[in-house]
């Protein structure tokens, strides 16, 4: 009796079992994990995702994509290991991006659920989140510096990973930089946490330290080697560094005082820059949408080297 109760039991849960299994709609998907080599660094993926069209091998690409251009910049990836947690939004393209220095690296980021992988292969987010890793933990009024680095460094770094052209690079950064100059009752980067002064005008103190850094060392030396140097002398996110500590090192690789010269004259006041005449020096201008380049143009061998590959150091 007690067995044959146990098996009609057992046919029973069965049975129910495999009706809720059929109750599921057939788009959830499982989560999953992978691993990505990124130089001697490892990233650890975890996809926390529902009803995403993307495969894991087609989101394990993305995240190759975006660690290769981290190392082409860098010759090297910036932490031993990476957390990387994906998750989905009701939506399309990548969003959410978030980076943490705590387990050593940890980066979440949000992935619409009506992406596809040509939405992947045009995705800057997630470069832009491992480029805080390379540099020191800030104080709040340094904020800048870390959204300035990843803003500017992250075309350059896809671009000389041979994933994102220089044109459009020139387009959008003609477009968009002007939204890093002071306005009306500016106090300085240190003192000013707009949305636009803690990006873009990041991303102008990175440019203009990368063309000065070139001009004065006769275009063998950029922003890229400074921050190379920093990261190397364990100026990753991990730690925390004064602001005055990453430029100083910044400037010893470079031989020269162009970085604290320049955050003495950004840091606590308004200073004002002419993008038009210095698009011109590069030899840069938007036409028809798109950027055209003058090769005989002051500074142009400077605008084309801020983009060339650079070997591992």
């Not at 968009?176 to 102008?204: C, F, I, N, Q, V």
């Not at 470079?254 to 820059?273: F, S």
């Not at 038009?276 to 590069?282: A, F, H, I, V």
Request: contains cysteine; charged residues 20%.
């Amino acid at each position: 009796m007690t067995g044959s109760a146990s098996v009609n039991s057992f046919y029973l849960q069965t049975c129910f079992s495999f009706f809720l299994l059929m109750l599921v709609p057939h788009s959830l998907r499982a989560d999953g994990n992978f691993t990505v080599e990124a130089a001697s660094s490892k990233i650890d993926a975890t996809v926390s995702a529902d009803s995403l069209q993307l495969t894991d091998a087609q989101l394990q690409r993305w995240v190759q994509k975006a660690a290769d251009a981290v190392v082409a910049y860098y010759g090297r990836y910036a932490v031993p290991h990476l957390t990387l947690q994906i998750r989905s939004f009701d939506g399309k393209g990548v969003r959410g991006g978030q980076t943490f220095s705590r387990h050593g690296g940890f980066i979440r980021i949000a992935v619409g659920t009506q992406t596809g992988e040509d939405d992947l292969n045009s995705d800057w987010m997630l470069t832009h989140e491992m480029v805080h890793l390379t540099f020191p933990n800030m104080q709040d009024e340094h904020h800048w510096i870390e959204e300035g680095i990843a803003t500017y460094v992250e075309p350059v770094a896809r671009i000389q990973a041979g994933q994102f052209s220089a044109q459009r690079m020139w387009f959008e950064l003609v477009r968009d930089m002007p939204k890093g100059l002071p306005e009306s009752g500016d106090a300085g980067l240190d003192h000013t946490h707009t949305w636009g002064r803690t990006y873009w005008g990041g991303a102008l103190f990175c440019f203009l330290a990368d063309v000065e850094i070139r001009k004065q060392t006769q275009n063998k030396k950029g922003l890229q080697d400074a921050l190379r140097a920093i990261l190397n002398a364990g100026g990753d996110m991990r730690y925390d560094w004064p602001i005055e500590k990453a430029l100083q090192t910044g400037d010893r690789a470079v031989g020269g005082e162009v970085l604290l010269k320049l955050y003495e004259q950004m840091r606590d006041r308004p200073m004002q820059v002419d993008l038009d005449s210095l698009w011109k020096q590069l030899g840069v201008r938007i036409e028809n949408g798109t950027a055209q380049f003058n090769g005989n143009a002051p500074l142009a061998q400077i605008r084309e080297a801020i983009t060339a590959p650079k070997p591992r150091s």
